[in-house]
């Protein structure tokens, strides 16, 4: 699922239109293969040069780490942290590599990803396709440690024990990490969203808090969860997050939402009814209203980090307006091309002073402090450090 097309920010040329053609006409993964080749040989610098630097605004300090900008590209990109510094220099603040899993696992069978065009999303059955840890350790170790790179976690579809695949990521990465993400959330491993039942996630955060107290010098630990959660079940994962958080060390964060498994009345693409996670345009709405209610469960005193259907600076302030400290997108950059990264961050920008908020932070859960979702005339100040582990 590339970027299908590495087009410049908005000062230079859009070469998306140009490199759009060819690129639909490749399968959806070998499109996302180029790209990530593309970018590995420093192609995307020649298309996109270095943006300009972020206004102060869209600075934050996160379980100490300074964030320079809010927007990321989430899991599922670069799986096997092939081009974290690439889409740094893209414009994102933070960048997250994986699913990876312990051991290398090829995934499920081809066709597995489906580009829905009519619907501005995409289906994905990938199945965690992975080189495996190693690859992705080698890869960390062999790059400057400048900028923030995330590692985001997965098991293998044969283990018997999922908890033991992820603490062993967290114990063996914990140096080459400067956030963890917990994957309890693809629909496309069998039995895996079963670990964000209450009793099983509570064990499973325990013990792997446990692992990165021990091995991980102190590590963020989040967690990303399902969009399809009923209200129980967001409950009891929103308690179990904020009680791990008490203390000097737990649970630093949630990533809300991975793709979902349902298909919104609407959808027109032909590939609409193929089996896998829907990601894109059809996110947005339900995976904000989860956010906005975790925001509220967990009181503001969790991290969240918003992921579904970001398309715009407009959506990713809402996103922000709703709860998330951060915000990632993906599928809209099938669409858009990395331009987005750029136009996203300048919109913000204007966001904030459209609004009167001095920064970030400042605009982090606001809809919650007014009676209505409006601009807030005197916004009130949001939380900008949280607490290190």
């Known amino acids: 699922m590339g970027f299908e097309g590495l087009v410049a920010p908005a000062r230079v040329p859009d070469l998306y239109p140009l490199i759009r053609p060819l690129l639909r006409a490749l399968p959806a993964e070998a499109a996302h293969r180029l790209t990530v080749n593309a970018l590995a040989a420093g192609l995307g610098s020649v298309a996109a040069p270095r943006p300009e630097p972020d206004p102060p605004s869209l600075g934050q300090t996160l379980w100490g780490r300074h964030f320079p900008n809010p927007v990321g590209v989430a899991a599922g990109f670069d799986k096997d942290a092939e081009v974290p510094d690439a889409l740094l220099r893209l414009g994102c603040g933070f960048a997250e590599t994986g699913t990876v899993t312990p051991r290398p696992q090829k995934g499920n069978a081809k066709p597995r990803l489906f580009r829905l065009y009519q619907d501005d999303a995409v289906i994905n059955r990938l199945g965690f396709n992975s080189r495996g840890l190693e690859t992705t350790l080698a890869r960390l170790r062999a790059r400057p440690r400048v900028g923030i790179v995330g590692v985001n976690l997965g098991k293998n579809r044969d283990s018997t024990d999922a908890a033991a695949d992820y603490v062993d990521g967290v114990r063996r990465a914990g140096a080459l990490a400067d956030y963890f993400v917990i994957n309890v959330s693809s629909p496309n491993t069998s039995g895996l969203r079963d670990l964000q039942r209450r009793d099983i996630l509570a064990d499973l955060l325990r013990r792997l808090v446990e692992a990165r107290d021990e091995a991980a010098a102190g590590t963020p630990l989040l967690v990303k969860i399902a969009p399809d959660l009923d209200q129980a079940e967001r409950a009891d994962i929103a308690g179990v997050v904020v009680e791990q958080n008490r203390g000097p060390s737990g649970i630093d964060g949630i990533v809300v939402a991975n793709t979902t498994v349902a298909r919104p009345a609407g959808l027109r693409s032909r590939s609409a009814g193929e089996a896998g996670g829907l990601s894109g345009k059809p996110l947005f709405a339900p995976s904000t209203v989860l956010l906005g209610e975790i925001y509220r469960l967990t009181g503001g005193a969790v991290p969240l980090v918003g992921v579904g259907g970001i398309a715009s600076a407009e959506d990713a302030y809402a996103k922000i307006r709703a709860g998330a400290s951060l915000v990632q997108l993906y599928t809209a950059l099938v669409f858009q091309g990395p331009g987005l990264i750029g136009l996203i961050r300048r919109g913000l920008a204007e966001l904030l002073r459209r609004d009167g908020f001095a920064t ?19 916004p009130t100040a949001g939380r900008l450090e949280a607490a290190p582990p």
Do not use: F, N, T
């Open 360 to 378: 970030i932070g400042a605009a982090v859960g606001a809809d919650h402090r007014c009676a209505a979702p409006e601009r807030a005339a005197q």
